[in-house]
């Protein structure tokens, strides 16, 4: 592929502000991830990781690490996780901490989309289960913090290199793909309900 | 050594399990792949198996999630290793989360502290049917967190009918499953309480993708309720497609006649099930979900 797209850290606004949902971007540069515990200890805590993620990106995700003896650790598997766990936490996370770009699997809701319309940030949706192909695209595990959460939950930081794909979930402008999706999910299925239900009334009579 | 001969068949099937997709979910989502006609649909289904072509070439855990682990056991009322068999689960998953390596997921009650060997109070979970013979049958599933959190169970009165089953699938499917990997394997449960659907919507998981009901009636409706979540398109990774499910399957129990319960467990694209069966002198054994 030629036309790929790559978004590189640090990220800033103008690099961003364009991308529209649906739009597939790669990343190259620093990513982190945070799942429900970090975002917990950010938000509820108000601790904060050293590896300043102003600019940067996170990934919601909790990987497979082999240790190394003596040479630092070895990314094995690591897709992402389901985003929507965070939404209770998610758009005061971006607000404290500066980040660019958020990645997960399947949308986020609301109060997110409407924190990356105030902080100009994006959620993106990496292809879920696909966490072979991820952990080929980590260059290398360069710090670990937050270990005391165990091997899923810590905060893992990496370098990446073309990481993706990146499908564009929610943008700048608040716009929600998943959201508008389920719009039409939900008049496709009562269409179908519809359809179905004359046909499963089994009684006895 | 009964106990060591154990171990280390049960790991090698945990090994299997995690790394590659059993013969049947493979084969239907090469299925629905050639049948998607969407861009990025199609582009997802590369994605996925790249992904399964490189987690075979480098073996490794195909999803970083391995889940918690969940044993189905068929027992011959006489194997001879039964009182060893509990134990010798417990061990194997220990040394698979080490040598595959699996993730460490399972979490101890109120103290939220991570094990890091995957065993724990209850965990792996293990569910016990004794039945004729003298071999073991043994099923394995690897609940991972993103299928597991659209699961639910509920008791209707019987006056909403199949009808309110259906809803009450659809609804579960639309609300929560567009974020657990779709396209997914849909396990539903009828029975009389809350635990019985739970449980029968999970066997009907473990029963293989492309498998038709023995009830014809039953039959009619996993096929119905598919072709009405198909029409709905919610496609791979819920990011829209030409279908939905890989397929629906209907395990029910006889009920009360006062109620009327549901229960709705899904599997994930990744849906990792392995499945062997072992001879009763440990002898031989064969993994009969992957070929």
Same mark, same amino acid.
């Given at each position: 592929?030629?036309?790929?797209?790559?978004?590189?850290?640090?990220?800033?606004?103008?690099?961003?502000?364009?991308?529209? *949902?649906?739009? !597939? *971007?790669?990343?190259?540069?620093?990513?982190?991830?945070?799942?429900?515990?970090?975002?917990?200890?950010?938000?509820?805590?108000?601790?904060?990781?050293?590896?300043?993620?102003?600019?940067?990106?996170?990934?919601? %995700?909790?990987?497979?690490?082999?240790?190394?003896?003596?040479?630092?650790?070895?990314? *094995?598997?690591?897709? @992402?996780?389901?985003?929507?766990?965070?939404?209770?936490?998610?758009?005061?996370? *971006?607000?404290?901490?500066?980040?660019?770009?958020?990645?997960?699997?399947?949308?986020?809701? %609301?109060?997110?989309? %409407?924190?990356?319309?105030?902080?100009?940030?994006?959620?993106?949706?990496?292809p879920g289960g696909?966490?072979?192909?991820?952990?080929?695209?980590?260059?290398?595990?360069?710090?670990?913090?937050? %270990?005391?959460?165990?091997?899923?939950?810590?905060?893992?930081?990496?370098?990446?290199?073309?990481?993706? @794909?990146?499908?564009?979930?929610?943008?700048?402008?608040?716009?929600?793909?998943?959201?508008?999706?389920?719009?039409?999910?939900?008049?496709?299925?009562?269409?179908?309900?519809?359809?179905?239900?004359?046909? !499963?009334?089994?009684?006895?009579? | 050594?009964?106990?060591?001969?154990?171990?280390?068949?049960?790991?090698?099937?945990?090994?299997?399990?995690? #790394?590659?997709l059993?013969?049947?979910v493979y084969a239907s989502l090469q299925k629905m792949r050639a049948e998607e006609?969407q861009?990025?649909a199609?582009?997802l289904y590369?994605?996925i198996?790249?992904?399964?072509?490189?987690?075979?070439?480098?073996?490794?855990?195909?999803?970083?999630?391995?889940?918690?682990?969940?044993?189905?056991?068929?027992?011959?009322?006489?194997?001879?290793?039964?009182?060893?068999?509990?134990?010798? #689960?417990?061990?194997?998953?220990?040394?698979?989360?080490?040598?595959?390596?699996?993730?460490?997921?399972?979490?101890?009650?109120?103290?939220?502290?991570?094990?890091?060997?995957?065993?724990?109070?209850?965990?792996?979970?293990?569910?016990?049917?004794?039945?004729?013979?003298?071999?073991?049958?043994?099923?394995?599933?690897?609940?991972?967190?993103?299928c597991?959190?659209?699961?639910?169970?509920?008791?209707?009165?019987?006056?909403?009918?199949?009808?309110?089953?259906?809803?009450?699938?659809?609804?579960?499917i639309?609300?929560?499953g567009v974020?657990a990997c779709p396209p997914l394997v849909v396990?539903?449960?009828?029975?009389?309480?809350?635990?019985?659907?739970?449980?029968?919507?999970?066997?009907?998981?473990?029963?293989?993708v492309?498998?038709?009901?023995?009830?014809?009636?039953?039959?009619?409706?996993? &096929?119905?309720?598919k072709?009405?979540l198909d029409?709905i398109g919610i496609g791979p990774l819920g990011l829209t497609g030409t279908k939905s499910v890989q397929c629906v399957?209907?395990?029910?129990?006889?009920?009360?006649?006062?109620?009327?319960?549901?229960?709705?467990?899904v599997g994930c694209w990744a849906t990792? &099930?392995?499945? #062997?069966?072992?001879?009763?002198?440990?002898?031989?054994?064969?993994?009969?979900?992957?070929?």
């Open positions: 592929m030629t036309d790929k797209q790559i978004i590189t850290t640090p990220i800033s606004n103008e690099d961003i502000s364009n991308l529209k *949902i649906g739009d !597939v *971007i790669y990343l190259t540069g620093m990513l982190a991830t945070c799942r429900d515990d970090g975002h917990r200890r950010v938000v509820e805590s108000n601790r904060f990781p050293d590896f300043d993620l102003k600019g940067m990106s996170i990934l919601h %995700a909790g990987p497979i690490v082999k240790t190394i003896p003596g040479a630092g650790y070895e990314m *094995i598997s690591i897709g @992402p996780t389901t985003s929507r766990r965070m939404e209770a936490y998610e758009s005061e996370f *971006i607000e404290k901490t500066g980040v660019k770009i958020v990645i997960g699997k399947g949308g986020m809701g %609301a109060k997110t989309a %409407a924190a990356c319309k105030a902080f100009n940030a994006l959620h993106c949706v990496f696909c966490a072979v192909t991820a952990a080929t695209e980590v260059e290398e595990i360069v710090g670990l913090e937050w %270990a005391d959460f165990g091997m899923p939950e810590a905060f893992w930081i990496m370098r990446v290199k073309n990481f993706g @794909p990146l499908i564009v979930s929610i943008d700048t402008k608040g716009h929600n793909l998943f959201e508008l999706n389920k719009i039409e999910f939900e008049k496709k299925k009562e269409l179908a309900l519809k359809n179905l239900l004359p046909h !499963v009334h089994y009684s006895h009579g | 050594m009964p106990h060591k001969k154990l171990e280390s068949i049960i790991s090698s099937l945990l090994e299997v399990t995690a #790394i590659k059993p013969t049947d006609t861009t990025l199609c582009e590369s994605c198996f790249d992904n399964l072509d490189k987690a075979e070439l480098l073996h490794r855990p195909l999803c970083q999630d391995t889940g918690v682990l969940q044993f189905f056991i068929r027992a011959g009322a006489h194997f001879p290793h039964l009182d060893i068999l509990e134990e010798s #689960i417990f061990t194997a998953t220990k040394l698979a989360t080490e040598s595959v390596p699996l993730r460490h997921n399972t979490v101890e009650c109120f103290t939220e502290k991570n094990t890091g060997n995957n065993t724990g109070k209850l965990s792996p979970w293990i569910e016990w049917e004794i039945i004729p013979g003298d071999d073991l049958h043994i099923d394995v599933y690897m609940a991972g967190g993103g597991s959190l659209p699961g639910r169970s509920k008791v209707l009165m019987p006056l909403e009918g199949y009808e309110g089953v259906a809803k009450f699938v659809f609804d579960t639309v609300d929560w974020n396990g539903v449960g009828i029975g009389t309480c809350a635990a019985t659907a739970a449980i029968l919507s999970k066997k009907a998981l473990l029963r293989k492309g498998s038709v009901n023995a009830n014809p009636q039953a039959a009619d409706m996993e &096929r119905m309720i072709e009405g029409s399957n209907i395990e029910f129990a006889g009920h009360h006649p006062a109620t009327l319960a549901v229960g709705v467990t990792r &099930r392995g499945s #062997i069966d072992i001879s009763a002198d440990l002898a031989s054994y064969a993994i009969t979900s992957h070929s």
